[in-house]
T-cell receptor, first 117, second 115 residues
Framework: AQKITQTQPGMFVQEKEAVTLDCTYD???????LFWYKQPSSGEMIFLIY??????QNATEGRYSLNFQKARKSANLVISASQLGDSAMYFC??????????????FGQGTELSVKP | EAGVVQSPRYKIIEKKQPVAFWCNPI?????LYWYRQNLGQGPELLIR????????DSQLPKDRFSAERLKGVDSTLKIQPAELGDSAVYLC?????????????FGPGTRLTVL
């Protein structure tokens, strides 16, 4: 069965420093996609970054980068230059069958990030 | 473009009462999802629509939950009768067919409290 594991229930980081949020996944498929979402206290899930299982380069989106280690089945999110507005819950998610356009997302338990001024 | 719209944002009901949630996806998005998010956990899929067809409802508790997406646009999720364990946030999401990164756009959710 597919599974996403986030082992850090909560993380603290000083403003302007970088932070890494861990995510490991389990799947028997060769084709899959990995996502990170941010959920502030308002409740809305905000898409941050995507990595396809066949992508050779690690994904980057502004201050977000995804450290994809396929052999280890890990997809850690790195946030550089943390800002107070980054304080939120962060969810790692996986979707199997890369070209299955409508596949469901399987989410981890989430990591609550708190940025200190 | 406007995002995914959900209403109501909050709902408090007593157990055994019925409740309904409404979702309007992003214009042009053919795929619509309903997720349930229990406190302290990640969302879990309840049902997925491709246009007006429910293509994955394996996680939907069909004895009390129902959903519809008439005309392939708006969708309604209903619970009848509600139980205490149904207290959660119900998230609606939509995605555009053949989008490269298959991003799902989420609405703000409906927070349901069953007393």
């Amino acid at each position: 069965a597919q599974k996403i594991t986030q082992t850090q229930p909560g993380m603290f980081v000083q403003e302007k420093e970088a932070v890494t949020l861990d995510c490991t996944y389990d799947t028997s498929d060769q084709s899959y996609g990995l996502f990170w979402y941010k959920q502030p206290s308002s409740g809305e899930m905000i898409f941050l970054i995507y990595q396809g299982s066949y992508d050779e380069q690690n994904a980057t989106e502004g201050r977000y980068s995804l450290n994809f280690q396929k052999a280890r089945k890990s997809a850690n999110l790195v946030i550089s230059a943390s800002q107070l507005g980054d304080s939120a819950m962060y969810f790692c998610a996986m979707r199997e069958a890369l070209y299955n356009q409508g596949g469901k997302l399987i989410f981890g338990q989430g990591t609550e990030l708190s940025v200190k001024p | 473009e406007a995002g995914v719209v959900q209403s109501p944002r909050y709902k408090i009901i007593e157990k055994k009462q019925p409740v309904a949630f409404w979702c309007n996806p992003i214009s042009g998005h053919n795929t619509l999802y309903w997720y349930r998010q229990n406190l302290g956990q990640g969302p879990e899929l309840l049902i997925r629509y491709e246009n007006e067809e429910a293509v994955d409802d394996s996680q939907l508790p069909k004895d009390r939950f129902s959903a519809e997406r008439l005309k392939g646009v708006d969708s309604t999720l209903k619970i009848q009768p509600a139980e205490l364990g149904d207290s959660a946030v119900y998230l609606c999401a939509s995605s555009r067919d053949r989008s490269r990164d298959n991003e799902q756009f989420f609405g703000p959710g409906t927070r349901l409290t069953v007393l």
